[in-house]
């Protein structure tokens, strides 16, 4: 079983892009569970939100606080939120960042600016730039999915023409998604 947390701010789609990775598990034949962790958030606070994905069914329902892999959606969250707490030491790290985020040592990292992705293809609201399907697409590379499955889970859950340029963003991330060991 994987276990991925997500961390963004509230209205970038966190739990949107949870229970999209969740549609695409299914579509690929696997199991998957996806939850969010709310409090007192509004647009912009810190939140998280989860998903397990697992060749057998998923049987466990508390919050995962030992990740395999964390995903950060917004560049600025390292400097409020510990981003990594209970990672574990062989954890994986996706970030939405225009260079290697400094603020990861001893573990395996993949980055993607999604926020460029995004305003590229104006994906934004109230002048937040909507990074969830970008980092979508790069855990799909980073967990091995097929980002055809990817970008068909996207279109079914937005639909219409924003589910077309999400799914592009999804598809742009995939391929431009760097490692750094």
């Known amino acids: 079983m994987v ?4 961390h963004g701010r ?8 949870a ?4 549609s695409v598990a ?12 709310f409090g007192a958030e509004r647009r ?20 995962i606080r030992y990740p395999d892999i964390v995903v950060v959606l917004d560049p600025m969250l390292p400097k409020l939120v510990d ?15 225009p260079r290697k985020p400094d603020y990861v040592k001893g573990h395996e990292v993949y980055y993607v600016n999604a926020s460029k992705i995004a305003l590229d293809l104006n994906l934004v609201l109230a002048g937040w730039p909507l990074v969830n399907t970008a ?20 279109k079914e859950y937005i639909g219409g023409e924003r589910g077309e340029v999400n799914a592009s963003a999804a ?9 750094c060991v």
């Open 3 to 6: 276990e991925i947390r997500f």
């Open 10 to 17: 509230g209205g970038q789609g966190a739990v949107t892009a």
């Open 19 to 22: 229970n999209i990775l969740v």
């Open 26 to 37: 299914y579509k690929s034949g696997l199991w998957g569970q996806a939850f969010p962790f």
């Open 44 to 63: 912009g606070a810190p939140v998280m939100a989860f998903a397990r994905i697992s060749n057998r069914r998923i049987r466990v329902r508390s919050m």
């Open 83 to 97: 981003v990594l707490k209970g990672l574990k030491p062989d954890g994986v790290v996706v970030a939405n960042a």
């Open 135 to 154: 980092m979508l697409g790069a855990l799909a590379k980073v967990l091995g999915f097929d980002i055809g499955v990817v970008e068909e889970a996207i």
């Open 171 to 179: 598809r742009r991330a995939y391929e431009e998604v760097v490692r």
